[in-house]
């Protein structure tokens, strides 16, 4: 039988290891695993939140894509030119999937959704990055696994992505771009859906889930958000291509907690940007990643990561950093 959490009772970090290899360190838990088993072994309705940056195109984190990435070879990982004077990290080629692929990104995200439906609390929301190009195709593959869509938020960063001449006809066409150059980040809000009947008032009641946590000044959570690319500081810290900056990652952790209080996981981990984030804000949080090495770089990278100073954003909005 299936065990269930169904009051406002918060279980603590350590009993979820589910049978992985696990460490606890400060307010979190680190798990080396398959996320998707992870979130099927948790105790039903055990999750308040999930906060979490996904493989976009699924298989650009397979261990021989990221040996492609480190060689410098290519694979899915493409090597760009510089744009404007500016050297380019390597990123993947989102634009060019074939039907197999795009059926494979889709099966991968509505799995994942059953998986999250299990774990999460009824009302508990999950925030999930994504990309200009294939965010249509998650997020119906999301709303598909049975996630209520509640909206995007949109993280305004200017990237060096997109922007590009058309490939080697560069100076047949010195006026023309392929694609716009990207300027944002949409990030998909989903939630559990409530019990039929019920108001987020009794829900928040009941499981401490069903809204959003609004910022310190008393103001509502706001779905543009101005931010940044992530710092050297930060870069040198973590070792990851997708890293988030903290200045980020702590506005979500912070308002995915309507209350204040229950476990945020991310199943993505990488190098923990979230879990750093969550840490930094004294809230509990479990991340799991299946990549030893990037386990490993988190363990390291984490304590450093959310002792970052928070600065000041630009809406006047502050938030401290947690100290024990």
């Known amino acids: 039988m299936t065990r269930t959490i169904s009051t406002h009772k918060i279980l603590d970090i350590t009993d979820l290891s589910c049978g992985f290899e696990a460490r606890q360190m400060g307010h979190y838990l680190l798990v080396h695993g398959d996320c998707f088993e992870w979130l099927r072994r948790l105790p039903e309705n055990t999750l308040h939140a999930i906060v979490t940056d996904p493989p976009y195109g699924v298989h650009e984190y397979n261990l021989d894509e990221l040996e492609k990435r480190e060689k410098g070879t290519g694979g899915i990982w493409r090597i760009p030119p510089r744009f404007d004077g500016h050297l380019r990290s390597p990123l993947p080629r989102f634009t060019a999937f074939n039907k197999n692929e795009l059926a494979e990104i889709r099966k991968f995200f509505f799995n994942f959704a059953k998986a999250a439906t299990h774990a999460l609390r009824p009302g508990g929301h999950i925030f999930i990055a994504s990309n200009a190009i294939i965010s249509q195709l998650t997020f119906s593959a999301l709303i598909e696994g049975g996630l ?177």
Not at 203 to 229: K, Y
Not at 255 to 280: C, H, N, Q, R, Y
Request: one cysteine or more; a positive charge.
């Open 148 to 324: 209520e869509f509640r909206g995007e938020i949109i993280r305004l960063v200017r990237t060096l992505r997109g922007g590009d001449r058309p490939k080697n006809a560069e100076s047949e066409f010195p006026h023309v771009s392929s694609l716009p150059r990207g300027c944002y980040e949409p990030w998909g809000l989903f939630r559990k859906p409530l019990p039929s009947g019920m108001k987020v008032s009794e829900c928040l009641r009941q499981f401490g889930t069903g809204g959003l946590r609004r910022r310190q000044d008393g103001l509502p959570f706001e779905d543009v958000i101005q931010s940044e690319r992530t710092t050297q500081q930060e870069r040198k810290i973590a070792d990851h291509p997708s890293l988030k900056p903290q200045s980020f990652m702590r506005r979500l952790v912070w308002t995915a907690l309507p209350l204040g209080k229950g476990i945020i996981a991310d199943p993505f981990m990488g190098a923990g940007s979230t879990v750093a984030a969550a840490e930094a804000m004294g809230l509990p949080c479990v991340g799991i990643e299946r990549h030893k090495n990037y386990f490993n770089v988190a363990i390291r990278a984490i304590p450093k990561l959310a002792q970052i100073h928070q600065p000041e954003s630009l809406s006047g909005e502050k938030l401290p950093l947690f100290s024990a």
